[in-house]
């Protein structure tokens, strides 16, 4: 790939960062180009993907004469009969066959994963009890109190009243210790996020790109300002033309 | 009429979900094999799906430019996106790099896809700290151990929090890594744990709905 084209991709990429970050500022026509251009890259990325897996799924094995294939892609291109509303029931057909796959799949990995295992993990440690140093047993009784708040806390079939409501008010804090855990991770995953497209504006900001990060920058900063400026002397007109 | 457009479809969830679900409890090559294929057609009917939503979306744009609607021209954006993945990843063959070179692909993905939707989620950041402090307002105990948690999971992520610990609570011995290993490990599971268990019933409770047909609101209006 020649240099010319990795200095394009720099501007183009420094360039739809800074029209999504401008809508910090305010809405305006850059963001909501970026914006489409996000949809649109989306689909064609995903578009992309599902392609491959049509072709890999139906495309190959009917050339190999792999005819049950055929029966998926119907079921499938049922789907698409949801935009001719006479025969849009047999878009049903496809998504019973997900539904009917999608709950049968739902069921065992439902019990085991969040179910079987939440309540075998909670149990386990106390297997080893001799095994314990204090802080372990102290860890594995904390844990186990805080399932079993959380769990009355979310039983509504007895009313929440005397020792009922304060053992399910001790579940609520061991809910906001799990809220505000994950919302401090999501927090730093964004965060991190950040951090990355800040260091792709700097990079893009050296010579060998051009300098595209500040030209672009500046050109945005003089679009709000000209922008500002004009539609502050249009609303002027106005107001002394009423 | 009413055979085939409802007693067929509902009979397809339960012989198709009862199947599903059997396999996992049946240690044997042929539900193994069953398994494998339902997984085959499920990701030729979503890759449908897919297209169902792909259409919809073109439509919907493609209605918006011919009617000159408000906006309109933004609508345009929506298919240059979308040329400026598919065209690249035709031409690479839907491969990202060759050998150590970037493809078309690659390039499109690096200096298009990614710098959008790597931006599109950092914006959040700022929101999510203008929301946090409006949520932060300490009103009550629960909001106040909700805040700490919070607090430790940040600052026990970045060198500062580190510096912060070592000052006040450095006699105490532990570092701050270790108080958020503690709190991801143990309280914080507590409480996702409870979250889990009770996500599982529910979804095991809708899941038998739809498969016997309790639940058969998706099938939509006749």
């Given amino acids: ?242 | 009429m009413k055979l085939i457009k409802k007693t067929i479809p509902l009979a397809i969830v339960f012989v198709f979900g009862i199947l599903t679900l059997l396999t996992y409890y049946v240690p044997h090559k042929h539900s193994v094999d069953f398994l494998e294929t339902m997984n085959k057609w499920e990701n030729i009917v979503t890759a449908f799906a897919f297209f169902l939503g792909l259409i919809s979306l073109f439509y919907a744009h493609s209605t918006k430019i011919s009617r000159k609607a408000d906006g309109w021209g933004y609508s345009l954006f929506v298919f240059v996106g979308f040329l400026a993945i598919i065209i690249p990843a035709y031409i690479s063959k839907g491969k990202n790099m060759n050998g150590a070179e970037l493809t078309w692909m690659g390039w499109a993905f690096q200096y298009i896809y990614n710098p959008l939707s790597a931006t599109m989620f950092a914006v959040l950041a700022f929101y999510i700290v203008s929301t946090a402090y409006k949520s932060f307002r300490i009103k009550s105990l629960q909001a106040f151990v909700l805040f700490v948690a919070a607090m430790f999971l940040i600052l026990g992520n970045v060198p500062l929090g580190q510096i912060i610990w070592d000052k006040m609570l450095g006699w105490t011995g532990y570092n701050i890594s270790q108080v958020v290993d503690w709190i991801m490990h143990v309280p914080a599971v507590a409480g996702k744990r409870g979250i889990m268990i009770g996500i599982s019933i529910g979804a095991v409770v809708t899941a038998l709905k739809i498969i016997f047909g309790i639940e058969r609101q998706y099938l939509g209006k006749d």
């Fill in chain 1, 1 to 242: 790939m020649s240099h010319t084209v990795l200095i394009a991709g720099a501007w183009i990429s420094a360039g739809l960062t800074i029209f999504l970050f401008s809508f910090l500022y305010k809405d305006n026509p850059f963001f909501k180009i970026a914006e489409h251009l996000y949809l649109g890259a989306g689909m064609g990325w995903w578009c992309q993907i599902y392609f491959g897996v049509l072709q890999e799924k139906v495309w190959t094995p009917l050339t190999h004469h792999e005819w049950l294939v055929l029966l998926p892609a119907l079921l499938g291109l049922s789907l698409i009969t949801q935009f001719i509303p006479k025969i849009s029931w047999l878009s049903r057909y496809g998504f019973t066959f997900l539904m009917g796959y999608g709950s049968g799949l739902a069921i065992p990995a439902g019990l085991a994963t969040d179910f079987i295992n939440q309540i075998g993990g909670t149990i386990q440690p106390f297997a080893n009890l001799a095994g314990m140093t204090a802080f372990t047993l102290f860890n594995s009784v904390l844990m186990a109190v805080g399932v079993i708040c959380v769990l009355i806390y979310f039983f509504f079939s007895l009313e929440h009243k005397g020792a009922i409501k304060k053992v399910s008010n001790v579940g609520i804090y061991f809910l906001m210790i799990y809220f505000g855990a994950a919302f401090g991770n999501t927090v730093m995953a964004r965060f991190s996020l950040l951090y990355g497209r800040f260091d792709s504006l700097y990079t893009f900001s050296g010579k060998q790109y051009l300098y595209a990060t500040q030209v672009i920058l500046i050109a945005m900063v003089t679009y709000f300002i000209l922008h500002g400026f004009l539609t502050r002397n249009k609303a002027d007109q106005d107001e002394e033309a009423a």
